[in-house]
């Protein structure tokens, strides 16, 4: 059985020393380095305009998130067109329906904040006829009312064009939209809540549809086309064949009367507002009056016959009491 080494025996290992003139490992992070060592400073070539500056370098990255949501009451085939809205953007969010009141915008604003988002689209249901639609930069403005009007879903079309979910869609707009400064402000608008950023985490980086904004008669018409490019394998066509391409809508439709635009998220200054626009209660009523009219009429019809029958009566018969007896 071996002897027990004494206390004093043992020999105390030392830590080894770290090298004073060693630089020292930065700490790493979920999200990279917390303190990233000093590069030395190289100068980079120069960029000319036209060329494209990655995020890496400093360059411009769009994160544009949209929040998608409505009020409560609102309509089945509204409700359908929103969800066909969000199927068409695969930047957007969706959350719960908010309640229509005053303080709409302010709610708003702070979901947006919760979502991280920058932009919103909001859609009002009033009594469960009438769709507006709020399109908002959040939380400073501007933002535009809009009446939409000419509804048709997806399912209701049923039309055969079909294109890749999530991919980045083409935008093109009409000639007129450069015109009038509230139009060039509502095409920028359009740009920035329709366009798919780049390199977003669920788009694909595919073009295979186009979204169409025209203006006719004071509104903006929306339609989707898929491009379609007929080709097999042996007869392969080139890059930038237009002549054999197509383009098959597939929906949804419909149409932006604008109302107002306001400076500020969902109210503020307002800094256009259309003077052609007439209320649909107002339509409603003139509806009204015209049918109580109808029915005025027959009123007065009824009225002059009885004037007429008292002021012209008919002269007595002499053979009207000859069967009574």
């Known amino acids: 059985m071996g002897k027990k080494r004494k206390h004093n025996e043992t020999q105390v290992i030392e830590p080894a020393k770290k090298d004073e003139d060693a630089p020292e490992r930065p700490k790493r992070t979920l999200l990279g380095w917390k303190d990233k060592p000093e590069a030395k400073v190289t100068e ?52 719960s329906k908010v309640e229509s009141t005053s303080t709409k915008g302010a709610t708003l604003n702070e979901l947006v904040e919760l979502k991280n988002g920058s932009s919103s689209l909001f859609f009002e249901c009033r009594k469960h006829k009438d769709l507006y639609l709020w399109m908002a930069k959040c939380p400073s403005g501007p933002s535009v009312k809009f009446l939409v009007n000419a509804v048709h879903t997806m399912e209701e079309l049923k039309l055969t064009g079909n294109h890749l979910k999530g991919s980045r869609p083409l935008l093109t707009f009409s000639a007129n939209f450069d015109k009038d400064t509230h139009w060039k402000l509502l095409k920028e608008m359009i740009i920035q809540i329709f366009g798919t950023p780049k ?22 018409w929306f339609r989707n086309y898929q491009i379609s490019v007929p080709h097999n394998e042996t007869d392969k066509i080139a890059r930038g064949g237009l ?25 503020g200054p307002t800094l256009y507002e259309n003077p052609f626009f007439v209320s649909p209660n107002q339509i409603r009523a003139l509806e009204k009056k015209q049918k109580a009219g109808k029915f005025a009429k027959k009123v007065k019809a009824k009225t002059r016959r009885k004037m007429h029958e008292l002021s012209n009566p008919l002269e007595p018969d002499e053979f009207a009491d000859m069967w009574k007896e």
Do not use: A, W
């Open 44 to 95: 980079l070539p120069e960029v000319k305009e036209t060329e494209h500056i990655p995020p890496q370098q400093g360059g411009f990255r769009n994160k544009e998130k949209v929040l998608v949501t409505c009020s409560r009451r609102i309509n089945f085939r509204y409700r359908h067109l929103m969800l066909n809205l969000v199927s068409l953007l695969p930047h957007c969010k969706k959350d």
């Open 243 to 267: 002549d054999k391409m197509t383009l098959i809508e597939v929906g949804p439709r419909f149409c932006l009367n604008p109302i107002k635009i306001f400076g500020g998220s969902f109210g």
């Open 199 to 220: 390199d977003h985490r669920k788009s694909k980086p595919f073009y295979d549809h186009v979204f169409v904004f025209s203006i006719v008669d004071d509104h903006i």
